[in-house]
């Protein structure tokens, strides 16, 4: 990326299916979906307390009392959506950090905000 220095990161893109409460997610007819695009907004539910364990981070919904726990992909994801930023230019970014193209990981970050906005942990504008 033009005029951003990527940093170092050892290890191959993972596939960020790290959004599991106890039991089985489903994304299915979720109008919250529809919403998301390159172009729409995202960020942290600030509602959502965490905690970074090792390479891992668990979250908490407080009000539905699931926990949440994010490998360290999913947890650089989460890292990145502390200030609000267009879905574009996260995948940009993490595309740079872990030395690959937007196009290998577009999938996998769309479908981890997906599960994210359908856990109301993920908030999209």
């Excluded at 599960?115 to 993920?122: F, H, M």
Aim: hydrophobic share 35%; net charge negative; with cysteine.
């Amino acid at each position: 990326m033009e005029g951003k220095r990527c940093r170092e990161k050892k290890g191959v893109v993972e596939s960020i299916a790290a959004l599991y409460p106890r039991g089985t997610l489903s994304t299915h007819d979720n109008p919250r979906m529809s919403q998301l695009s390159l172009a729409s907004t995202v960020s942290v539910n600030a509602d959502i307390l965490e905690s970074r364990v090792d390479d891992e981070t668990v979250l908490m919904d407080v009000v539905s009392g699931h926990y949440y726990g994010l490998d360290e992909v999913a947890s650089t994801i989460w890292e990145n959506l502390k200030s609000p930023i267009t879905v574009e230019k996260l995948i940009g970014d993490l595309a740079c950090e872990f030395r690959t193209t937007p196009e290998a990981i577009e999938s996998d970050v769309l479908e981890f905000l997906e599960e994210g906005s359908e856990n109301e942990l993920v908030e999209i504008s």
